[in-house]
């Protein structure tokens, strides 16, 4: 496998984590009202993604500076012919992101009511948006021989871009009911699951839809690949699952629907990564916008050293606030005890009862500041030395720096 | 005294990036090289302005929210005491 085809999957990886992590925040930040009903419910709602949304969303991020490095060319010509997109995408995410933050702190049922409302739309907004964007890549843009956007905002939201994008929407909330199904109890958890079943029927005859196209359009017959037959069997199975309360299994069944759905697109778009509507001579390709090999030798040796640590922590967060949310801090019927209870203290800026770390052997307790120390030095140190043997590997690895002011 | 680090950090930023031009990055490439053709100046526009308008707005609302949880007096709020931890600690995560 060479380096390109190397980031063209990670990318792959990227956008299928970001869709999977964000997707069901983004479905319980369309929801939350909805499902919540009251304000205790709204709380309890918001609570089950409050520690964890804003570290999903860092995916997002990733995806688009891992593009910005790994295919400049592919980036620039995608972020500024979606500029209109990016845009209002942009705005949803900054409205969605201060929401969590604002509503907690106001007083006044108005407000809390504003900044609910920003919640469901920026929860909307932004898979719309994005989902267009990929929908785009594949779907075509008129894009000249000097990889220049040259159409007008008309061509960005081609029927194919906004069914991909309305499809991606819809997983994303089924998704999302599913979650808030896992995560809560009683009538949050019904009224979660009511959600799963009234849209997980429509989203997979989308999914269905989607791929049928997806597949035809590319020229490749009407036999579905792999990957666009697992995410037509995942999202029916998802709809069929929720209607019969299963929300664990439809859970797995959302995810794997929303993850078919990505690779389905990136694997129809391969080798291209945009399509151009003014000629196939036009179409922007992986080897064609990729960066020079040294550029994708660093990333990948980065990419090899932190990405372990990142799903780590995403894990070690996952694990500290698992078990269902509960309104109102009950703590005698709690079944899962101080997770589920850290949960309902929970959201940044409160005090949480952590449960103790399990500890492997008698070392000192980490409360101790001299510990702290050594461990926080030993981190660096052990930071340092990988990075002088990375500079090492990649300095010795063939053509070495370009462009060295 | 409030505003003068805001100001500082502003003013440093502007002149970094003007002390900079004509480059974008120094030495490398110009600025005017780096424009986006395909973005027209009505897109540019729009997304300054509802940028700054949106900006302007979370800036009204983080100071009101900052003044209005500085003048709030002080709660203590109950210590969590070692000993009061929960005997048996659960530890389930469910997916």
Redesign the interface.
Known sequence: MTLVSFWYVVLVLLWTGFLLLEGFDFGVGMLHRLVGRDEAGVQTAIRTIGPVWDGNEVWLIVVVAATFAAFPSWF?TML??F??VF?VV??GL??RG?SFE?RS?STDPRSRRLWSAALTVGSLVVPLGLGIVLGGLLGGLPIDSQQ???GDVGDLFGLYSVVTGVTITLLCLVHGAAFLA??TADDLRSRALTAGRVVGPPAAVLVVVWTLWTRIASGNGVLLSVSEFGAVLAAIAAAVLLAGGRE?AG?VATSLALAGVVVSLFSELAPRVMVSTLGAANDLTATGTASSPYTLGVMTVVLAVLLPVVVLYQWWA??VF???VRTGLD?ST??????AEALVGGGRGS?I?R??L?RAGAGPPPKQPLGRLASWLLAWLAAWLIMRAVTAAVSADGDGPR?H? | MLPVPFLVNTFGWILTENGRQPWIVQGLQKTQDAASPSVGATALVTSLVVLVALYAVLAVVDWVLMARYARRELVSQPVESPGEKPAKPAFEPSY
């Open positions: 620039a500024s012919g500029y209109p845009l942009l705005v900054i409205l201060v604002f702190h220049e956007f040259v896992l995560r664990g859970f996952y694990r698992g078990g269902r703590q709690h079944p899962s005890g101080t997770s005090r009862n449960p103790p399990p462009g002011v």
